[in-house]
Nanobody, 116 residues
Framework: QVQLVESGGGLVQAGGSLKLSCVAS????????MAWYRQAPGKQRDLVAL???????NYGDAVKGRFTISRDNAKNTVYLQMNSLKSEDTAVYYC??????????WGKGTLVTVSS
């Protein structure tokens, strides 16, 4: 079983920045893709950003140019640097890790609230 623990969420004013972290532990075989998703109240869970083991990144249209995803493979950790935050970025942010053996894991989420 894989455990994912997110941290770094909180309350920030519009235009501010936050950095989220997610540490994976437990039965880790070989991590392929690490990603961040978010879910606002009453909405579906959407991809924010992903990063593959080779460093390829992909971002949701709403966050391109403002958010940056990175990872530290030695620490099994993925980060999400969020700049120029907007009220519409308010959501619960979830970490996702996909392993090469097909195991897909989710964190419990961290709340980001952006006040306007």
């Amino acid at each position: 079983q894989v455990q994912l623990v997110e941290s770094g969420g909180g309350l920030v004013q519009a235009g501010g920045s936050l950095k989220l972290s997610c540490v994976a532990s437990g039965s880790i075989f070989s991590i392929n893709t690490m990603a961040w998703y978010r879910q606002a109240p009453g909405k579906q869970r959407d991809l924010v950003a992903l990063i593959t083991s080779s460093g390829f990144t992909n971002y949701g249209d709403a966050v391109k140019g403002r958010f940056t995803i990175s990872r530290d493979n030695a620490k099994n950790t993925v980060y999400l640097q969020m700049n120029s935050l907007k009220s519409e970025d308010t959501a619960v942010y979830y970490c996702n890790v996909a392993q090469r053996n097909g195991v897909d894991s989710w964190g419990k989420g961290t709340l980001v609230t952006v006040s306007s």
